[in-house]
Structure formats: structure tokens, C-alpha cells
């Protein structure tokens, strides 16, 4: 059993950075780790991807060059850094856990989910 903790969302300016905090209570070494976010009105979409061992990323289109995840896998963390925000990246930010999450197309990574955390809301706004 996983617990995930987000951490680290506020406002933010367009053009702006933030970094958000997943904090996992529990053994993560076999699963992969993924970052959703839900827009007001939206389907939820994974934003990014790290694999269990640390060795493989992806992004989404949209955030690809902006946005970097990272893992410490001796603090059970992993991080997302947002860097030069824009209003449409508004959304709750929502940490995830899955053995397969990020071995499945983007479509179906919502079925791959094992655990979600609560999530924490990034607004981009001026």
C-alpha cells in the first residue's frame, strides 16, 4: 500500500516556475511514477513520467521543454519542476503510482494507476 503526498502548488505569474513535491510513503522501487493534472471542465492527462528505476522520462507535448521530473528514490520523492508557466497550464496537479503507468500510451495511463494522491492546484494567472 502507497500513500503519495503532493506538495508545493500556489500562484504563480505566466512565465513563472514552480516545483512541485511528491512525497511517497511506502516501497515505490517497483513502480513508476506519473504526474496528471485536471483542468476545470477537462479530462485528466498525464503530464509526465518516470520510470521505476529513474532511467526513463516522457512528457506530454504541451509541457515537453518546460517541465522536468526527477526522482530520489532514497527520500521516496519525486519531483516535478514547471518553468515558464502559461495560463493553460492551470490545473490540479495530481501525483500518481503504477506498475505500468508509464509503459502505456498516454490514453491509457488512467486505467494504469494504482494510487493517487490528493492533489495540489497550480493556477497561472497574472
Known amino acids: 500500500q502507497l500513500q503519495l503526498a503532493e506538495s508545493g502548488g500556489g500562484l504563480v505569474q505566466p512565465g513563472g516556475s514552480l516545483g512541485l513535491s511528491c512525497q511517497a510513503s511506502?516501497?515505490?522501487?517497483?513502480?513508476?511514477i506519473a504526474w496528471f493534472r485536471q483542468a476545470p471542465g477537462k479530462e485528466r492527462e498525464r503530464v509526465s513520467c518516470?520510470?521505476?528505476?529513474?532511467?526513463?522520462?516522457n512528457y506530454a507535448g504541451s509541457v515537453k521543454g518546460r517541465f522536468t521530473i526527477s526522482r530520489d528514490s532514497a527520500k521516496n520523492t519525486v519531483y516535478l519542476q514547471m518553468n515558464s508557466l502559461k495560463p493553460e497550464d492551470t490545473a490540479v496537479y495530481y501525483c500518481?503510482?503504477?506498475?505500468?503507468?508509464?509503459?502505456?500510451?498516454?490514453?491509457?495511463?488512467?486505467?494504469?494507476?494504482?494510487?493517487w494522491g490528493k492533489g495540489t492546484l497550480v493556477t497561472v494567472s497574472s
Open positions: 518516470i520510470s521505476s528505476r529513474g532511467g526513463s522520462t
Open positions: 511506502g516501497f515505490t522501487s517497483d513502480y513508476g
Open positions: 500518481a503510482a503504477g506498475r505500468l503507468v508509464c509503459l502505456v500510451v498516454p490514453s491509457r495511463s488512467l486505467q494504469a494507476v494504482d494510487y
